[in-house]
């Protein structure tokens, strides 16, 4: 079985619970199911759960090379030069990390966060559309913040053939 869930921000990646953060027994009542592949706590989007341990295998290490896509709001507006460097690929504390396929792109129609982001006055957001194959600890956030473009939001709204489409916040669906 495979389950589709939409995470809203603020959500642990994880059923048990931990102290008074939310976690995703808050949201999915689907019995033998687990999470294939993560996303951070302040992340949002698509979460895969399955109870197939070979398919959650294959979802979540990255020496299968399934693809995520991420809307991410970065603070700034970066040139393509800036991007150009999330394509090469850029050096993290653990490591260089794989070439990231990136482009500037409109915001897209997604649901309000609470809270929302910070807005600055001074200080302009624009949103990428960033595509890895990997999926190290906070990875996205970390490749913006070393081009110099902090993130402010990260949706994931694709994995491998998976996508978020219409799923509300909060709510999954078995495809």
């Given at each position: 079985?495979?389950v589709l869930f939409n995470k809203p921000f603020r959500v642990l990646s994880q059923f048990t619970t931990e102290g008074e953060k939310?976690?995703?027994?808050?949201?999915?009542?689907?019995?033998?199911?687990?999470?294939?592949?993560?996303?951070?706590?302040?992340?949002?989007?698509?979460?895969?759960?399955?109870?197939?341990?070979?398919?959650?295998?294959?979802?979540?290490?990255?020496?299968?090379?399934?693809?995520?896509?991420?809307?991410?709001?970065?603070?700034?507006?970066?040139?393509?030069?800036?991007?150009?460097?999330?394509?090469?690929?850029?050096?993290?504390?653990?490591?260089?990390?794989?070439?990231?396929?990136?482009?500037?792109?409109?915001?897209?129609?997604?649901?309000?966060?609470?809270?929302?982001?910070?807005?600055?006055?001074?200080?302009?957001?624009?949103?990428?559309?960033?595509?890895?194959?990997?999926?190290?600890?906070?990875?996205?956030?970390?490749?913006?913040?070393?081009?110099?473009?902090?993130?402010?939001?990260?949706?994931?709204?694709?994995?491998?053939?998976?996508?978020?489409?219409?799923?509300?916040?909060?709510?999954?669906?078995?495809?």
């Amino acid at each position: 079985m495979i389950v589709l869930f939409n995470k809203p921000f603020r959500v642990l990646s994880q059923f048990t619970t931990e102290g008074e953060k939310s976690v995703l027994a808050d949201y999915i009542d689907i019995p033998g199911v687990y999470c294939a592949g993560r996303l951070d706590y302040d992340s949002e989007g698509l979460l895969v759960l399955t109870d197939d341990g070979k398919l959650q295998q294959r979802v979540s290490n990255p020496k299968y090379g399934k693809v995520k896509r991420y809307w991410v709001q970065v603070e700034g507006e970066p040139e393509e030069g800036d991007l150009d460097k999330l394509r090469a690929g850029v050096t993290l504390k653990d490591g260089i990390t794989g070439p990231a396929i990136v482009e500037q792109i409109s915001a897209p129609l997604v649901w309000e966060r609470e809270p929302p982001i910070r807005a600055r006055k001074s200080i302009p957001t624009s949103w990428l559309n960033l595509e890895i194959s990997e999926g190290r600890n906070r990875q996205v956030r970390r490749m913006t913040a070393h081009v110099g473009f902090p993130t402010l939001r990260l949706i994931r709204h694709q994995v491998g053939e998976w996508r978020l489409g219409t799923i509300p916040v909060g709510e999954c669906r078995i495809p």
